[in-house]
């Protein structure tokens, strides 16, 4: 197959790329050249900016893509344009997408009232009623305008397309600019004698994915002709609780300390993340399990080691971490609890 992939050049998209390439497929990659990832030798580049997209449309119609795959597409105009450029050129367009649109996500981060949301959730669980989770506190136009509600509309509805809609979860591994795992990571590198843990955010559970596995999945759907306008979740079958996942980690490490929960009321804000943990958001990934064969290529554990190797060797510039307040936390709640 000839493939184009929009964006691609951090996290997950090299990962998907090499899978492409090492698998026999012709790939052309569409980015601005600000990102320096090394992409095998034979993927072919096309510089430019995805919201000046349908300028490059006679270039794309030269390359003749079979699929295109669009990493990156964050907004309703965004899908607008891909849809546009893409009209007569190609059919099989497959997006990137998240899974933000349900409504679950909604109550986590309090742009939704009401219930509380049944879990695991399938495909057709209940999306967002609100439009544009980040205008509050977004920085960006674009980021403003973020929305994968609008995204999927447009490509599962534009004539001439059959659309493929992946709803990816929370992606951890080597190269994730959001260093998930860092701020447990640090303290037991460090031998810290505890990690500290809001009651609240210790039993909340979230559906993640490990980075490769991720870029599997989302190849799976590229090459597979039964993908064609469907929509499909992607995660791992489990779900762990923040502290089930913590102590992963410490075995991973291999560090003695103490995981310690204490009541929200206790702690700052920073510890609960700020989140409605009431609402667990968690996913089935059955469909394309069965639909498409999807598994996992990397194991868990093996996920784990290497993102911790990335993550303790790649540090975030800022982390927010502040042993001196935690120590006195510590120092509060053991005299609070002494006879």
Not at 44 to 54: A, F, P, Q, V
């Amino acid at each position: 197959m000839r493939v184009l992939v929009i964006g691609g050049t951090s996290f997950m998209g090299p990962e998907v790329i090499k899978r492409l390439f090492n698998l026999g497929h012709e790939v052309t990659v569409f980015h601005r050249g600000q990102t320096r990832t090394e992409l095998p030798a034979g993927v072919h580049e096309m510089l430019g900016d995805r919201n000046d997209l349908s300028s490059f449309r006679s270039k794309i119609q030269e390359l003749k893509p079979d699929a295109v795959l669009d990493m990156i597409c964050l907004t309703e105009r965004q899908a607008k344009t891909l849809v546009q450029t893409l009209d007569s050129i190609v059919n099989r367009v497959i997006v990137a997408s998240s899974q933000d649109v349900y409504r679950a996500f909604g109550l986590v981060n309090g742009t939704e009232k009401g219930a509380i949301e049944p879990v695991p959730i399938d495909e057709n669980g209940v999306l967002r009623h609100n439009l544009y989770p980040h205008r509050e506190f977004a920085k960006t136009e674009e980021r403003r305008n973020y929305d994968k509600i609008l995204v999927e509309r447009v490509v599962m509805n534009a004539p001439g397309i059959e659309g493929t809609i992946i709803r990816l979860p929370a992606v951890y591994g080597p190269n994730d600019k959001q260093h998930r795992w860092y701020s447990f990571l640090k303290p037991m590198s460090d031998q810290r004698p505890y990690i500290l843990l809001s009651e609240s955010l210790a039993g909340w559970r979230w559906t993640r994915g490990y980075v490769e596995n991720m870029a599997e999945g989302i190849v799976q759907a590229v090459l597979n002709d039964q993908a064609k306008g469907k929509i499909y979740n992607l995660g791992e079958n489990e779900a762990f609780t923040m502290k089930e996942w913590v102590k992963k980690l410490a075995t991973s490490l291999q560090w003695k300390g103490k995981i310690v929960v204490l009541p929200d009321s206790k702690l700052t804000e920073t510890y609960s993340w700020g989140i409605n943990a009431e609402q667990d958001v968690i996913f089935t990934s059955d469909k394309i399990r069965s639909e498409l064969g999807f598994t996992e290529t990397v194991s868990l554990e093996d996920g784990l080691k290497r993102t911790i190797d990335w993550e303790l060797k790649n540090p975030p510039e800022t982390h927010g971490l502040d042993y001196e307040a935690e120590d006195e936390i510590m120092r509060l709640h053991h005299a609070k609890t002494q006879p």
